[in-house]
DNA sequence: GTTCGCATTTTGATCGATCAAATTATTCGG
DNA sequence: CCGAATAATTTGATCGATCAAAATGCGAAC
């Protein structure tokens, strides 16, 4: 394999300057057109590619993302992580940027890694996926002026910080919906399984279901178990749920493990038509027939391109200026219902 | 944020030129013990990275491993490749290389990324994953050269190209020792539901349960059933073979989402002590206590990166040269029980 | 005390692109 | 047909590092 063509060999090629090549590349619109077309046709030719890393020295962009990769969780729920960092990947490259991903042992050696990648230029930008109170990589990255954007609002103090764009998912709004339209459809008492207090997105979720639920303060107490998530735990929590004397007749919880477990503890207990509802939708919920609200991850990952690179651009924009644009977006997750006219996990494994 | 040092920055700092800053990073053993000191202590005060891309363009070699994500799979097995990701991100980094991902549709698309991504001295080597018969992109990158190694391996005409190098799990082996186990402990019929023929990695697996099946020609076909992945499939299969005369007393299935099907239909059926085995070692097998055969990532990583790099080295390596050392590593799986002992999915659903 | 050899350090050139400014070509009004 | 304004293109400098080769220092041998 011979050395690769470089902007002096299109450009002695098309009897131009190395300067005009670069134009036709990058702002081909001040070329004249007859001159384009011959550059071009050299590049074809001879099958240039410009030689990213000196674009980048010269520019001081590098046109990539950092993403770190969350610890692997055991649980089901961690697929929704992993299509987001596809669905990045797809975007980004429609973008014209890359992805850059690395793994991290907790909030501290992901900033030192942050540190490196950010002072080496290898990336412009960083993508935040599972924020958390008080979440020291934040304010780092505010500090330093390193754009960046979180799948994940900002839990705590920094809340209105514009410097901080941010994505996230209503789960309040989905479950509160969800909520409504089990009642709507004739539930009179849904119970919720989630996660103890304070989990940012877990307190939300709860939220949305004391909303809607209509409950009174004492029954919000009866019907919701608090437990750690877990295909166990939802089995134990609709046991206790379904035990009571006027029980639950739908079940909402706070992710797909929990729903899982709740579902196969409804059935076993003959209720093969209480419904059961999950949260992320993810591939599990998906093979056995689960209903689950479900993360609009498309529209998540095209906002936080967005939100860091505008509407179009591929450049890195500097950090928001105070009051112009909105910095952060919050998208509203919708029910996947898969149990009316599905085939029934209960007609299984009552069959 | 201030102008990031450069090495003549901190070669003035330590009084000494630039290319003794880059020693004391490159080659610290060529530069005297009391120089080098001086000039860490001014790279740590000034806090100097090196500039990754000015770095990359005078050395050639950008340290970095380019990786293409699969398109999403619905099924729940998608997670192995997940797992795959996320250890080759560890091990990269502790490997000081850096790990770039993209998505291509198909394998033409596929191709295209990784000219661009190579001729733009962006990636040094590639890792494939998901090879198939005939795969375009393993000749394309033979022919011109470029580093890469594949987890999967050439299935096909290629087979024994020194220049492809190649990690893979043995899917006989764990599927012949499994089965070998399940007939030690007691079972007389060990049935299999595995995919349809041609399907490189299932026809291995159902290679493994047919030499250690100890069925003659007769019963390996009927002791079999060929179905397309899927839990709803699994049920369907499961309930096939256990309404046969001398039903099997024990069933190994190529993926967890068909062993997660026919768990269910076994334990519909009241064979709640039935074995039953999966493949891949899943999330949701951990989650639902459903035995199944872990594939060794953590080895599979590590024997990649071994044969692209070296046993240490962050450099690429140029293509293998015939005869010397192995090309390719062949992994053992191990099968993970959770039947016995555990709580069974049987005595929830039953109880 | 010189000289040779080795260890250590410095200097000049270079990787491939873009920026900033200078230069040349073209258009248009009068 | 000329000169100014604008369009198009070219030239020189630069980004931050490493390579290759030259220069310096230093101890041992003669």
Chains 1, 2 share one sequence.
Not at 23 to 46: C, G, H, K, M
Not at 178 to 187: C, D, E, M, P, Y
């Amino acid at each position: 394999m011979g050395r690769m063509p470089t902007v002096d060999d299109v450009a002695s090629a098309a009897n131009v300057s190395r300067q005009t090549v670069s134009n036709v590349l990058n702002s081909p619109e001040i070329v004249r057109e007859s001159t384009r077309e011959r550059v071009q046709e050299a590049i074809d030719r001879l099958g240039y590619r410009p030689h990213a890393s000196a674009r980048r020295l010269r520019t001081r962009t590098s046109s990539t993302i950092g993403l770190r990769l969350d610890p692997l969780r055991d649980g089901i729920s961690g697929a929704v992580l992993d299509r987001f960092v596809h669905k990045l990947a797809e975007q980004a490259d429609a973008r014209g940027l890359r992805v850059m991903i690395f793994t991290a042992n907790g909030a501290e050696d992901e900033l030192s890694h942050i540190k490196r990648l950010r002072d080496g230029s290898d990336i412009d930008a960083f993508v935040l996926i599972a924020t958390f109170h008080g979440d020291p990589r934040i304010s780092w990255l505010i500090e330093h002026e390193v754009p960046f954007v979180s799948f994940g609002r900002p839990w705590g103090s920094t809340t209105d910080d514009h410097r901080h764009r941010w994505v996230d998912v209503d789960g309040r709004a989905g479950v509160r919906d969800t909520v409504q339209h089990l009642r709507a459809s004739g539930a009179q008492r849904v119970g919720y399984i989630g996660w103890p207090s304070p989990s940012g997105t877990g307190d939300e979720r709860r939220a949305g279901w004391e909303e809607a639920s209509g409950f009174d303060t004492a029954d919000l107490e009866r019907y919701q178990v608090v437990t750690l998530d877990g295909v166990d735990e939802g089995v134990r929590s609709a046991r206790q749920l379904l035990a009571m004397d006027a029980a639950p007749d739908a079940i909402v919880c706070a992710s797909d493990s929990l729903a899982l477990g709740a579902r196969m503890a409804a059935d076993a207990a003959g209720h093969l038509d209480l419904p059961v509802v999950g949260f992320d939708n993810t591939p599990v919920a998906a093979a056995v027939g689960l209903s689950s609200i479900d993360q609009p991850l498309d529209e998540v990952v095209a906002s936080a391109l967005t939100l860091l690179f505008g509407p179009e651009g591929g450049i890195v924009r500097p950090n928001p200026d105070s009051n112009e644009e909105p910095t952060h977006r919050l998208l509203v997750p919708r029910l996947v219902e898969r149990r009316s006219g599905h085939r029934a996990l209960g007609e299984i494994t009552g069959a």
